[in-house]
Structure formats: structure tokens, C-alpha cells
């Protein structure tokens, strides 16, 4: 009898922590996650380091099937993904393994190693956009720290210029991935004909067909939809 009324308390326990404990405890469990305190930054630099400062409803799904439901944004200068339970809890920062995919409002985030523009392989939080049979699109999301130039005036009669203030640069780029290839995608068509995915004459016929924008989620989506089934 005392057996039996052990194990019922035992249970009762259980439940209530996974009811109202913080779901960050469960990652430890899980793995494939580290939990980090937030950075602090210098309130001087204008702008932030958020892909989008504000926290949105999204999911973190585990390779074994279990999934969180959290409140998240990512720090793309330090490729960390902040969650919190709610907008009024304190939030923590998080990174992930290629095994760990974490969703915000539909859009799908991933870890991913791949070479680019240099020997060494390079490790980033990429947004999956479309991922087919031979070609992939992705979205590098990226920010610097960046001085604006001197303006050309003259300074005021005291001698005193107040200096300008650095500030965080949008320089995010969209990525196209073909046969453990990347290629980032450039802003102009010129270059982008450049990289010989495809033939020079078949790239102008496609573009000014369907007016192709290298700057539009939506118009590299149907291009690269375009490009893979050239290979089928």
C-alpha cells in the first residue's frame, strides 16, 4: 500500500513540473541545444543585432519528435536564438546542432555547414525558403557594425562636432545551393549570368519572360524551382 501511494505521489510530481516548469529545462534532456545568458550590448550603436527585435510565436522541434512552443528571435550577430515563454518572462539564449529546426511564424531555420567564397566551411542559421531535388534556396540572414561617413559641413562656431554614431547594417544575403555548391546571390542579373548555372541566352530568355527580381523572395523561389527541373 505504502508502494502503491509512493509511486501516485511520484506521478502527481511529475505532472506538475511539466506543467508549469520553463520548457528550457527540458533541453538539456533533449540535447543538441546549449543555454546561454543574454549579451549585453553597447546602447550607443543604433539599430540591433535581431533579425527582428520583436519575440514572435514559433517552435523548436527536436530530431527525436518533440517540439516547444516558444516566444523567439534571432540574434544573427551571434547566431543564437532567444526564446522565452511569454512576452512578460525573462528570455534566454540558445544554439542549435543541425539537428534542431526551429520555426517562427512559418518560417523554418536550420543550422547549416557549406562552403563559401573560402577553403574552410562556413557555420550558420539559414532560413530554408525551398528545397528540392538538385537546387535549394536560403536566406543568410547577417548584420555589421557600421560608422557612417562624415557628413561635408562645416563645424559649428564652438569647434565642437558631436561624432557619429556606429550602427547595426543590414547584410543579408540569399543563397543558392546546387551539388554541395553555394552561391550567393548577387544584385545584379549581369553577375548572376556570371555563374553559369545556366546557359547565358536560357538566363536572359527566363528573366525578361518572367521578370525575374534578384532581391524578391518570391520571384528566386519560382527561379530556382526554374533551374531544378532543368536537371530532371
Known sequence: MKTI???FTILISQLAISQFSDPTANFFIDGNVNLYKLKEYDTKIKGSPYLDKSF???EIIFENGKKYSAQIRLNVSEQKFEIKNNQNNQASAIDIDETVTIIIEGEIYKLFSFKLN???????????????????LYYFPQKKIEMPTKPNVAAPTTG?????????????????F???KSYIVPTSHKKMQALNLIDGKAYKKY???NKLNLKNKESLKSFVTYLNSTQL
Request: no cysteine.
Open 5 to 7: 501511494i509512493l509511486l
Open 56 to 58: 514572435k510565436t514559433g
Open 118 to 136: 573560402k577553403p574552410e566551411n562556413t557555420i550558420a542559421v539559414l532560413e530554408e525558403i525551398l528545397k528540392l531535388e538538385s537546387y535549394g
Open 160 to 176: 565642437y562636432t558631436k561624432p557619429p554614431s556606429p550602427k547595426w547594417v543590414d547584410n543579408s544575403v540569399f543563397l543558392i
Open 178 to 180: 546546387n551539388n554541395n
Open 207 to 209: 528573366r525578361k519572360a
